[in-house]
């Protein structure tokens, strides 16, 4: 047959052997590659049961972070949500009201902080920008889910546990964290 270009090439098709027309050798020899998988080192791990570690400049889920003394950093500047490429951050900043000093760091608050994860990055533009230390990217990704709802996490999904009355829950919550800090810089 001619064609185009020309570079066909005639395919050879040998009649088939008696051990190959019956394909149980053709099947030996799949079972043979499949045994020698059973050997060798798995490449796959049993996740959620194990986990692997990550990498130290690993970006996971964003943290709202707290003060020692359990009071929310976050000033609702803003910063966060204008450095996000990807516009995920969403706000509504409140004013302190007196009595509320063990709350809230500074006398302007986030009432409402959102982030959407579905549109996240996790670039981390948003940690670089804060200047309170009120946001990092944690050790952890999001969970799935079912519903598109489910990955707005709200300021309750991402705010650290209070140190004063959960002290394991936080520093669990702050990982590595605090021996990365301690290389850096004091804020
Ligand atoms: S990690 Fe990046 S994309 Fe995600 S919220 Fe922060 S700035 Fe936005
Ligand atoms: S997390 Fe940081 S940058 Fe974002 S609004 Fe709060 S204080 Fe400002």
């Excluded at 798995?42 to 943290?63: A, C, L, M, N, W």
């Excluded at 009120?134 to 519903?147: C, H, Q």
Aim: net charge positive; hydrophobic share 35%.
């Amino acid at each position: 047959m001619m064609t185009l270009t020309n570079r066909a090439k005639p395919v050879d098709r040998k009649p088939m052997t008696f051990l190959e027309s019956i394909y149980l050798w053709n099947i030996f020899k799949g079972m043979l590659i499949t045994l020698t998988h059973f050997f060798k080192k798995k490449t796959t791990i049993k996740y959620p049961e194990q986990k692997r570690p990550f990498s130290p400049v690993f970006r996971g889920v964003q943290i709202l972070n707290r003060d020692e003394d359990g009071r929310e950093r976050c000033t609702a500047c803003g910063l966060c949500a204008l450095a996000c490429p990807a516009e995920a951050i969403t706000m509504e900043a409140a004013e302190r009201m007196p009595g509320e000093e063990n709350l809230y760091r500074e006398e302007k608050y986030a009432a409402k902080y959102e982030i959407n994860m579905l549109r996240c990055i996790f670039c981390g533009f948003c940690e670089e920008a804060c200047p309170k230390d009120a946001v990092y990217l944690s050790e952890t990704f999001a969970p799935p889910a079912y519903n598109r709802k489910n990955f707005i996490y709200t300021k309750n999904d991402l705010l650290i546990p209070d140190p004063k009355t959960q002290p394991e829950e936080y520093a669990k919550a702050q990982g590595l964290r605090e021996n990365k800090k301690a290389k850096k810089e004091p804020f």
